[in-house]
C-alpha cells in the first residue's frame, strides 16, 4: 500500500525547534520532488519548501526562508524538515506531498503549535 506519513510535531515555545519527517510506504522517496505545505486554522494551505529529488535543489518560502531547512536522507527513506526560530504564526498543521506515478500522495499531517 502506498503511503506518506508525517511526524515531529508538538508543542513548542517561541524562538524553539522542532524537526519534521516524512517517510513512505509502497515506495521510496528518493526518486521524487517532496513538498512540504501547512495549514493553519480559517486560512489556505501553503506551500512552504520542496526538494527536488536528484540534485537536491531546494525551495523555501519568504515566511519560512532562513529559519526552516529541508534535506533528504535516503538511506533511511526520510525528507526532513527542520523548524528553527518557531513563531507563534508558525503554529499549523503539517502535510508533506509526493507526486507518484500520477497521482498525488498526502500524509495525513502532523501539528505544530508554538506557544508559551
Known amino acids: 500500500q502506498v503511503q506518506v506519513v508525517e511526524s515531529g510535531g508538538g508543542l513548542v515555545q517561541p524562538g524553539g525547534s522542532l524537526r519534521l519527517s516524512c517517510s513512505s510506504s509502497?515506495?521510496?522517496?528518493?526518486?521524487?520532488?517532496i513538498g512540504w505545505f501547512r495549514q493553519a486554522p480559517g486560512k489556505e494551505r501553503e506551500g512552504i519548501s520542496c526538494i527536488s529529488s536528484r540534485m537536491s535543489t531546494t525551495y523555501y518560502a519568504a515566511s519560512v526562508k532562513g529559519r526552516f531547512t529541508i534535506s533528504r536522507d535516503n538511506d533511511q527513506n526520510t525528507v526532513f524538515l527542520q523548524m528553527n526560530s518557531l513563531k507563534p504564526e508558525d503554529t499549523a498543521v503539517y502535510s508533506c506531498?509526493?507526486?507518484?506515478?500520477?497521482?498525488?500522495?498526502w500524509g495525513q499531517g502532523t501539528q505544530v503549535t508554538v506557544s508559551s
Open positions: 506531498n509526493v507526486l507518484y506515478r500520477g497521482t498525488t500522495y
Open positions: 509502497g515506495f521510496r522517496l528518493d526518486d521524487y520532488s
